[in-house]
């Protein structure tokens, strides 16, 4: 179901990813300012909304869940904020790099846009453990869900942090009045987030149709097998459609 | 800390080592993701082929088996959960 397309859209990412980092180093200027340096605000901050927006997509998903019951719901959240956090990781370090590079040191502490990223970040740091704690499935959905919904309200703080931002050092970049970018900056930017949205959104697919795979196999090897109460050894952070809450078993 | 509003742009050369090393980031990033998809993926080659012998081991037993007994319940299921039935 997942894998319905996966083919014609990964070939666009890569097309898309591919035609914007040629854009970056081929068409658009260099900045007045930071010079070459500033090319890294094409990776960073694309890569910042989508996991930003994944991280909401996650909460979103997560009301599905509690709305229907239907566990499908929790699988969508669990990848969309699993994905997230693979970028909040790139984020940061890329973050990192420029403002070394940027402002000489690798991390401001008085910087509120770094430090409200990182704290976001340390907090979707602890969903996957919190879901590891709980063993039955359906509770484990079930609080992962509330947590994604709270947690996905709080990431939009990240956002007025920069507008509510009295430095100027982070720079704006959406803002109402266009920004300071010129056409060709904000053409390439648009590229570039479009191409990491695809991105997300593939690998999202793929991780899907991955874990669809899997549970449809280990359903077929328990029809094979003739044991109905063969379930995978231990606990997972992982949501497991085919494994009943504890009190169905 | 007090930032400077407007540093000054760094040399091409050292500016290139940053900006390479923002993006090998991201290619990494993407490349570990692949790996532990592809662990993943032999991990569900290794699963299939697992049914692939369960599913033979069956078809074998039944084809053994008098008519009779194929058709009743438990029937392809491993001997020990057969007995259970």
Same mark, same amino acid.
């Given at each position: 179901m997942y894998g319905k397309g996966l083919r014609a859209l990964s070939i666009a990412t890569v097309a898309t990813l591919v035609g914007a980092f040629a854009l970056v180093f081929f068409y658009a200027p260099n900045d007045?300012?930071?010079? $070459? !340096?500033?090319?890294i605000f094409y990776l960073h901050v694309p890569m910042a909304i989508v996991a930003l927006c994944g991280f909401v997509a996650g909460g979103v998903f997560a009301v599905g869940h509690l709305r229907t019951g239907d566990r499908r719901w929790d699988l969508r959240s669990y990848v969309a904020i699993h994905l997230s956090l693979v970028l909040a990781v790139g984020v940061l370090v890329t973050g990192s790099i420029w403002a070394r590079a *940027?402002? =000489?040191?690798?991390? !401001?502490?008085?910087?509120p846009v770094l430090v409200s990223f990182l704290v976001v970040f340390l907090l979707y740091a602890c969903y996957q453990p919190l879901r590891f704690s709980i063993e039955d499935p359906e509770r484990q959905a079930r609080y992962a869900s509330v947590f994604a919904i709270v947690a996905g309200a709080f990431v939009p703080m990240n956002f007025v942090a920069v507008r509510l931002a009295?430095? $100027?050092t982070h720079p704006r970049v959406l =803002?109402?009045?266009?920004? *300071?970018?010129p056409g060709s900056m904000r053409l390439v930017f648009l590229v570039a987030l479009l191409g990491m949205t695809l991105l997300f959104v593939t690998l999202w697919k793929f991780e899907m149709a991955h874990k669809h795979a899997t549970f449809q196999l280990r359903a077929l090897r328990r029809r094979l097998s003739g044991e109905d109460d063969l379930f995978p050894a231990g606990r997972s952070a992982a949501p497991r459609l085919d494994r009943p809450a504890v009190g169905d078993r | 800390m007090t930032l400077p509003l407007a540093a000054p742009a760094l040399p091409l050369d050292e500016a290139g080592d940053y900006v390479a090393g923002a993006y090998l980031v991201f290619l990494a990033l993407i490349l570990v993701y692949v790996a532990i998809m592809a662990v993943k993926l032999q991990r569900f080659e290794r699963d299939l082929t697992d049914l692939g012998a369960l599913l033979d081991e069956r078809d074998a037993r039944a084809a053994d088996a008098p008519a009779g007994d194929a058709a009743g319940p438990g029937a392809g299921a491993p001997p020990a959960a057969r007995e259970a039935v």
């Open positions: 007045a300012d930071q010079g $070459f !340096v500033q090319k *940027s402002w =000489g040191h690798w991390w !401001v502490w008085d910087e009295e430095q $100027f =803002g109402t009045t266009g920004g *300071s970018m | -």
